[in-house]
């Protein structure tokens, strides 16, 4: 069977309301529909007793890798729409902005010819607003430099109204985040919180959490809000932040009591990083700061209009990557969020986890091949569905299979099912290893009793990396 038979049988179940699964020691993508039969069996070496998966065996596949992986040295979170659209859904608001195309007057033909070039040129089959966007500043710029002020002016005109009305969309989506019924928007934000706390939840001993996301809206940073979880990112000030390129590198600390001269790194806290730039941020001057827009607000105009901005409108609004031809390496801010991402997933043991991100952007496609080339590295692909199959592609052209996890479809995407069976707790897991600590040397671990070497008391310690193992000398656990 060729690759385009393989992606076309994986694409067939995942349109059922399937799964597609590989962890652990998979040779192949398992395929199982969605009565949990899998289509594969001669490629899968776990299938139960049963022949039919469900969501605890999914569990005990998935869960245990995870919480491995995700002790990696380094750990990155990618985001794409597909967290938006999720919790969106659970709150059960409208959905999150759409990407389609709008219309423009002025040059219409020709905007629309260069942005499904540009699409294609980025590994993309149709454009979108953020390509029609991108060529017509492209063209504002042409016709600013043949002195044509009379059409420069006119679209200068029409392409500001359109950024708003897409400004617009992105805080509807917040807004209807926001206000939907309590209930649901308390579950949703529940899920949220719990999604991230199986991320950000790492030891003070190790690295923090990189967050990065494609999105503009404010839901991460919402969910850390939420979570009481620290979000570093490069702006600096408290009024209107700026965008700074040296902070890179600051962290928190604390002093414990009665211990002077040896600060400790607080727990909860995470990187985050907005690569195609946030629906608050602005260009003022030649600086980019970030303006307070509540959550819920239904339009930005009216936090444009500050004394210290200089003549803002939406043109100014930083809500549209630059994609194509690696502009986003060239032109700031994007130089240095991009710089970021790469420093931070193109190193030795280092997991980068996506989640709802459909591997349509070419530029970051091609850093997470880099990666791949280091051999300790590893990808873990979580998403709800593949529509056009960009995943399955991406997987297949990689070629760097045992360096993937793969987990697609209604039951494995699914950012319920998620947060409360598949990513790991990592408060529970460090209390599970010191309980079975605790009951080892109770039992007599060191003579060698049978009960300390049962598999319930033994599994998990040895499911744990050593280097999580609690520094708490074992006398005062006893």
Known sequence: MDTKQKIEKAQTVLDAGGNVIKTRDDRELILVDKDGKVQNADACGWLPDTSEVNKTVFRSRIEPWLTSLFQ?????????????????????????????????????????????????????????????????????????????????????????SIISEFAKSILKTENSIATANEDKREN????????????????????????????????????????GVHLMDRFVGTIMPVFRSSRLNLDIHYNPPGIRGE????????????????VDWIQNGSEIRRVGVPLGADDIAPYLNAPGLQSADALKLMIYPNSAKDRETSEYPYVELFRDFAAAI???????????????DEHINRVIHDMLTIPSTHLVVISFNDPISRILKFYYESAHYAQMSILIGKNLGDITNLANDYLPKSAIDRTTIRMAELLQHRMGAASGSPAATSPALSTPTSAAP?????TTPTTSIV
């Open 346 to 360: 193109c190193r030795p043991n280092s997991t980068l986890v996506t989640y709802g991100y459909g591997f349509g």
């Open 72 to 160: 990696s040295e380094h750990l990155s979170l990618l985001c794409g729409s597909g967290i938006t659209n999720a919790i969106s859904f659970l709150a059960g608001a409208s959905g999150g902005t759409t990407m389609g195309l709008t219309t423009f007057t002025k040059y219409k033909d020709e905007i629309e010819a260069a942005a499904e070039v540009s699409a294609k040129a980025s590994g993309r089959e149709n454009g979108n607003i953020e390509d029609q966007i991108r060529t017509a500043n492209d063209l504002l710029r042409g016709l600013k430099i043949l002195k044509k002020n009379a059409e420069a002016t006119a679209l200068e005109t029409e392409l500001n």
């Open 263 to 278: 600060p400790r790194y607080l727990e909860g806290v995470a990187r985050l990083t907005k690569l195609h730039g946030s």
């Open 466 to 470: 050593a280097s999580i193992t609690p």
């Open 188 to 227: 949703a934000y529940s899920v949220l919180v719990n999604f991230l706390l199986s991320f950000a939840s790492r030891t003070g001993n190790r690295e923090r959490l990189n967050i990065f996301t494609t999105n503009y809206d404010r839901l991460i940073e919402v969910g850390a809000e939420l979570s």
